[in-house]
Nanobody, 125 residues
Framework: VQVVESGGGLVQAGGSLRLSCTAS????????MGWFRQAPGKEREGVSY????????YYADSVKGRFTISRDNAKNTLYLQMNSVKPEDTAMYYC???????????????????WGQGTQVTVSA
C-alpha cells in the first residue's frame, strides 16, 4: 500500500492551496480518509475527515469555513482545498486511511491503518 501526498508549498497568508493524496494498493472506495497536520513542537492533530462515500465530513474548528475536503474514488485521490490560509496553518500535512470511521474520528486515541509521508505547508505572514 502506498499513500502519497502532494501540493504543499509556500503561500502567503490569505492565499489558497490544494493538497492531494493518492492511495494505491488498496480499495480506495472502501476506506474513510482524513487529513492531519503536525506543526513543529506540537502533537499531530486531525484537520478534516471524509467517509468512504463522501457523504459525511468533519472539520476541526480551526479550519471550518476555510478548508474543504473531498474525494474522487475513480481516481483514488483525496483532496484538501485550503482557502484564507493563516500562518498558524503552517505544518506538515498527512493523509491517512482507515476502514473504520470511529478510528479516524477518535484520533489521536486510535491507531490508523495507513499513513502517507506528508507534504509541508508554510504560510507566510
Amino acid at each position: 500500500v502506498q499513500v502519497v501526498e502532494s501540493g504543499g508549498g509556500l503561500v502567503q497568508a490569505g492565499g489558497s492551496l490544494r493538497l492531494s493524496c493518492t492511495a494505491s494498493g488498496l480499495t480506495f472506495s472502501a476506506y474513510h480518509m482524513g487529513w492531519f497536520r503536525q506543526a513543529p513542537g506540537k502533537e499531530r492533530e486531525g484537520v478534516s475527515y471524509i467517509s468512504w462515500s463522501g457523504g459525511t465530513t468533519y472539520y476541526a474548528d480551526s479550519v471550518k469555513g476555510r478548508f474543504t475536503i473531498s474525494r474522487d474514488n475513480a481516481k483514488n485521490t483525496l483532496y484538501l482545498q485550503m482557502n484564507s490560509v493563516k500562518p498558524e496553518d503552517t505544518a506538515m500535512y498527512y493523509c491517512a486511511a482507515d476502514r473504520i470511521w470511529d478510528r479516524i474520528r477518535k484520533y489521536p486515541t486510535t491507531r490508523l491503518e495507513y499513513w502517507g509521508q506528508g507534504t509541508q505547508v508554510t504560510v507566510s505572514a
